[in-house]
Every structure is written in structure tokens, then in C-alpha cells.
């Protein structure tokens, strides 16, 4: 079983509709990192959070430490938002442990 | 721009040959990384180098070896390439320890192994 699980593997959704991505982890973590990868492209920091929630346009990442919880929102979705969605946690030893990610697709 | 340098984006290998994929950052990060990506099997750890002058396996780390040369570069060498190895590579940096920056990565290096 990965330490760090995400939820759905395969996401689709109409343009305009709230997007819900799931991350939940068994291991110990100081942080969590969201990331984002474009078809064929690199791969972007979204958010990296301890705790709460952060906000960035149109997306909002919170994080609950307790419950080993954190889910990456996006509102008023766009074709453009289609990606692969990756969570990752950081524990104290900064050694990253990576969910398999979650494809998202938005048709306009 | 500020960020991580990975050369070469492609590269095309024979079963056998060696080859140094190199990666730099000009953040003054202290933690470097090297990963690979795999269908279905989402970014694998291969080795990480902490601070300067240290280095440490990750999840697969056979059939690579690792060099920090400075806080700067931290090159993955393939020895002698197998076709398991064909992969998409990415490197990325921290600033370390007890750091809220996010980590940030490479272009990767699509390396195919025939």
C-alpha cells in the first residue's frame, strides 16, 4: 500500500464545475507539497502547506495534520486546468514520498 | 531565470552505454534530488543529497550512482544502461531543512534505452 494514496486516479469535469482532489497519507509528515504536471511538460509547485488552508486564484489547498487529510480545490474550473494533480509529503528528513497523481480533464 | 537546469532534455542509448545526466539550481538550495517518472508509477525517489557533500538512496536507486559536486550540481549517472531504465528523469531542489519553500523541479530528461 503507498504511504501517500490520492482520490480519484481520473477526474472529468465540465468547464465552470468545482473540483475536488483527495490526498491522504500514513506516513509522518512536517509538510505536504501540490503539484501540478501538464501533458508532456514539467512539473510546478502549486502549494507546499503544514497546516489550514492556502489559497491562489482559483485553487485552494487544505491540509488537516490530525485526520492525515489534504484536498486541492479548484473553482470555476477551466479546460486549462487540466493536468495531473500530485500530492507528496514531506516528512522531517525532507525524503518525499509521492502519490501516483490524479488526471484531470475539463471540457469546455 | 532562477531555477533548476537539467541537460539533456532527450536522449537516445544503446543497452550497455554510460551516460551523466546533469542538473544545477541557482537558489543556494541545499537538498537536491533526482526522481523518475513511469506510467502509472507516479515520481520514484532515486537518490537525494540532503546538504553538500552528502548523498543517500531512495526507493531505486540500482543501477545509478550519484555525485554532489557542489551545492550547485548534483549529477545521476547511468553505468551501464538497461531498457528498464528508459524513463522520464527529474531533478529537483529544496532549500532544506526546516524551509516552507516549495521544491522546485527540472524540465526532465526523457532518456530511452534500446
Known amino acids: 500500500k503507498n504511504e501517500v494514496e490520492q482520490s480519484p486516479q481520473n477526474l472529468t469535469a465540465q468547464e465552470g464545475e468545482f473540483i475536488t482532489i483527495n490526498c491522504s497519507y500514513s506516513v509522518g509528515i512536517s509538510a505536504l507539497h501540490w503539484l501540478q504536471q501538464h501533458p508532456g511538460g514539467g512539473i510546478v509547485s502549486l502549494f507546499m502547506l503544514s497546516s489550514g488552508k492556502k489559497k491562489h486564484g482559483r485553487l485552494i489547498a487544505t491540509i488537516n495534520i490530525q485526520e492525515k487529510h489534504s484536498s486541492l480545490h479548484i473553482t470555476a474550473s477551466h479546460p486549462r486546468d487540466s493536468a495531473v494533480y500530485i500530492c507528496a509529503g514531506i516528512p522531517s528528513n525532507y525524503k518525499l514520498t509521492f502519490g501516483k497523481g490524479t488526471l484531470l480533464t475539463v471540457n469546455p | 531565470n532562477a531555477g533548476v537546469t537539467q541537460t539533456p532534455k532527450f536522449q537516445v542509448l544503446k543497452t550497455g552505454q554510460s551516460m551523466t545526466l546533469q542538473c544545477a539550481q541557482d537558489?543556494?538550495?541545499?537538498?537536491m534530488y533526482w526522481y523518475r517518472q513511469d506510467p502509472g508509477m507516479g515520481l520514484r525517489l532515486i537518490y537525494y543529497s540532503a546538504s553538500e557533500g552528502t548523498t543517500d538512496k531512495g526507493e531505486v536507486p540500482n543501477g545509478y550512482n550519484v555525485s554532489r559536486l557542489n551545492k550547485r550540481e548534483f549529477s545521476l549517472r547511468l553505468e551501464s544502461a538497461a531498457p528498464s531504465q528508459t524513463s522520464v528523469y527529474f531533478c529537483a531542489s529544496l532549500p532544506g531543512p526546516n524551509s516552507n519553500q516549495p521544491q522546485h523541479f527540472g524540465d526532465g530528461t526523457r532518456l530511452s534505452i534500446l
Open positions: 537558489m543556494n538550495h541545499n537538498s
